[in-house]
């Protein structure tokens, strides 16, 4: 539905998004120099896409707009709170009280019934602009590596990660009837434009939340290999629902698998854009060839 609104509504998600991506140190900085109450009311205005998008679709509902308006806030100021406990940042529950309804939300699609159809893909941005501010820019976690300027050693420890993994993902997903061959080939400008699309919406947005934040967090409770294995867990778990209406345990295995891949790719210069490219590529052969 690319109406004038949604257009709109879209521009307005992604600018919070990509200027944390590419201009993220400076807008940290920015935000601590205002005034405390100010810097936790910021995030009230991710309620906007979700009053456009609704308005122009006659599905307008106050509660609804109320949640988008509050639950950013609350993510604020329990992350404000958090650094006030937790100053060397060893992790805290205010951590897990952010981490686990946001990723909840998500995976089991509770706020999605607020949209019209097929434009559900906004409440994952938004609510991923809302962890973005919170735990970036209030609780300022260090090490998570969002930083989308990528460099060349990103772009080799993707792919080497990808090449890992990728022959373990055929002999696996297709002996267990997961995988199918479909020998085409499309063009390069759908290829290139599958790649981007999966880059940003999917990779991205997994890969800050499950490496840069979940396994972040972990690292300092349990050591870094457990929580790269708790954390491919966690990851293969978020899975359990896709493509199937039963628990999908097959997804669920080859979606852990990767997770280790994904885990070892942001885990060696701690970077969200080397694991991004792992998962970017992963899914594009996937859903090109293989699905």
């Known amino acids: 539905m690319l109406t004038q609104p949604n257009v709109i509504a879209a521009i307005l998600t992604l600018i919070p ?31 906007v896409p979700y009053a456009i998008v609704t308005l122009a679709a006659g599905d307008f509902h106050w509660g609804w707009l109320l949640l988008y308006a509050l639950l950013p806030v609350a993510v604020a100021t329990v992350m404000h709170q958090a650094a006030q406990a937790d100053p060397n940042q060893t992790g805290n529950w205010r951590d897990l009280l952010v981490l686990l309804p946001l990723g909840l939300a998500v995976d089991l699609r509770w706020f ?38 990528l460099h060349l050693n990103d772009i080799r420890i993707g792919l080497r990660e990808c090449i890992v993994y990728v022959p373990i993902a055929l002999a696996l997903g297709l002996s267990l009837g997961f995988l199918h061959f479909h020998p085409l080939w499309p063009p390069i400008s759908h290829l290139a434009a599958a790649y981007i699309f999966t880059f940003f919406f999917i990779a991205v947005p997994e890969e800050l939340f499950f490496r840069g934040w979940v396994q972040n967090l972990l690292e300092r409770r349990i050591g870094c290999h457990a929580a790269l294995l708790l954390t491919a867990c966690l990851f293969g778990l978020s899975h359990f629902n896709k493509r199937a209406i039963h628990f999908n345990w097959r997804y669920v295995l080859l979606a852990a698998i990767a997770g280790v891949s994904y885990g070892r790719a942001w885990r060696q210069e701690r970077r969200v854009g080397a694991s991004a490219i792992t998962h970017a590529t992963v899914d594009t052969l996937w859903s090109i060839w293989l699905r």
């Open 112 to 149: 999605e019934p607020a949209w019209p159809p097929h434009l559900a893909v906004f409440n994952k941005m938004l609510l991923l602009n809302a962890g973005i501010y919170g735990i970036l820019y209030i609780r300022q976690l260090d090490g998570v590596g969002f930083d989308l300027r």
């Open 17 to 47: 998004f990509l200027a944390a991506a590419f201009f993220g140190k400076a807008l940290q900085a920015r935000t601590q120099t205002l005034p405390t109450a100010i810097r936790l009311l910021n995030p009230i205005v991710l309620c």
